[in-house]
């Protein structure tokens, strides 16, 4: 399957001179998560949700000032492979499509993530089919707990470079998951009158356990990649914990992971690792 085959077509562009509070509205209003740059006609850039609510002056800042630029890109005659493995590498989760140097869509992660769903139910399935969730997921991962301060976790994940934690009780039995989004949403709305320190202020108290998902979706280390897949696509989900018959937590799988399982399907389907 190609990218052109599950790419959204024309899809909604900002300039790079607009504000991010537009940007953000835009966001809102179309349901999604990425909004390539144009000017002149031209591909500039590409701005994501995170990189809006990673910016501190978001009440002033521009497109502009915190897009990425160049974005990675793909054309609509590569295949999913090909663009997933683009995304591995590159550690994002949307490609713009440009044929003859015009934008004409964007593929994201979620879409093929579910591309791979439906190719899973095909009479002859892909490589990936047989491939299970503790093969690609990460081994004891980081893990924080309902008390620890919410700045605590949140230096945790930037120290490890990493977005999701599952949130255990003493016994190492999973009751939430934290993620970067969640920490930022308890400071408030993105474009509030404040700086940083009174952010700081405003969240110094809070515990993991005010702001943790509760209700989480878990996986099970033989849970097939292609089920979770089709879990990512339908709720847009970043990383999902892996727990035991125990509801201990014995792993985190990423969106990341899946899309290495189908970049690389012919090798952990050969390994059984």
Same mark, same amino acid.
């Given at each position: 399957?190609?990218?052109? #085959?599950?790419?959204?077509?024309?899809?909604?562009?900002?300039?790079?001179?607009?504000?991010?509070?537009?940007?953000? %509205?835009?966001?809102?209003?179309?349901?999604?998560?990425?909004?390539?740059?144009? =000017?002149?006609?031209?591909?500039?850039?590409?701005?994501?949700?995170? #990189?809006?609510?990673?910016?501190?002056?978001?009440?002033?800042?521009?497109?502009?000032?915190?897009?990425?630029?160049?974005?990675?890109?793909?054309?609509?005659?590569?295949?999913?492979?090909? /663009?997933?493995?683009?995304?591995?590498? =590159?550690?994002?989760?949307?490609?713009?499509? *440009?044929?003859?140097?015009?934008?004409?869509?964007?593929?994201?992660?979620? $879409? *093929?993530?579910?591309?791979?769903?439906?190719?899973?139910?095909?009479?002859? !399935? !892909?490589? %990936?089919?047989?491939? &299970?969730?503790?093969?690609?997921?990460?081994? =004891?991962?980081?893990?924080? +707990? !309902? #008390?620890?301060?919410?700045? $605590?976790?949140?230096?945790?994940?930037?120290?490890?470079?990493?977005?999701?934690?599952?949130?255990?009780?003493?016994?190492?039995?999973?009751?939430?998951?934290?993620?970067?989004?969640?920490?930022? &949403?308890?400071?408030?709305?993105?474009?509030?009158?404040? $700086?940083?320190?009174?952010?700081?202020?405003?969240? %110094?108290?809070?515990?993991?356990?005010?702001?943790?998902?509760? #209700?989480?979706?878990?996986?099970?280390?033989?849970?097939?990649?292609?089920?979770?897949?089709?879990?990512?696509?339908?709720? /847009?989900?970043? @990383?999902? !914990? *892996?727990? $035991? @018959?125990?509801?201990?937590?014995?792993?985190?799988?990423?969106?990341?992971?899946?899309?290495?399982?189908?970049? +690389?399907?012919? /090798?952990? @389907?050969?390994?059984?690792?």
């Amino acid at each position: 399957m190609k990218v052109k #085959d599950v790419m959204k077509k024309s899809p909604m562009t900002i300039g790079p001179n607009e504000s991010l509070a537009l940007a953000s %509205q835009m966001m809102a209003w179309g349901g999604i998560r990425h909004l390539p740059v144009v =000017e002149d006609g031209k591909l500039v850039g590409i701005l994501s949700e995170r #990189d809006i609510l990673a910016c501190e002056d978001r009440k002033h800042a521009h497109v502009s000032d915190v897009m990425s630029t160049p974005a990675h890109t793909a054309s609509p005659d590569d295949t999913l492979v090909e /663009a997933a493995g683009r995304m591995v590498a =590159e550690g994002i989760s949307a490609l713009p499509i *440009v044929e003859k140097g015009k934008l004409i869509g964007i593929v994201t992660s979620t $879409d *093929v993530l579910a591309a791979t769903v439906t190719e899973s139910l095909e009479p002859t !399935p !892909p490589p %990936q089919e047989g491939i &299970t969730v503790g093969q690609v997921m990460t081994r =004891e991962p980081l893990v924080a +707990h !309902p #008390d620890d301060l919410v700045l $605590d976790a949140a230096a945790k994940m930037q120290m490890r470079g990493v977005r999701h934690l599952p949130v255990v009780d003493g016994s190492g039995k999973l009751i939430g998951m934290l993620s970067d989004r969640d920490i930022r &949403t308890a400071i408030g709305h993105p474009f509030a009158s404040m $700086d940083p320190e009174s952010a700081r202020v405003r969240v %110094q108290n809070l515990r993991v356990a005010d702001v943790m998902t509760k #209700d989480v979706l878990t996986a099970r280390e033989d849970t097939k990649v292609t089920e979770l897949a089709s879990a990512f696509a339908d709720l /847009a989900v970043g @990383a999902v !914990p *892996v727990v $035991d @018959a125990e509801e201990k937590v014995v792993g985190i799988c990423s969106y990341v992971d899946l899309l290495r399982a189908l970049s +690389h399907p012919e /090798a952990l @389907a050969s390994t059984g690792s």
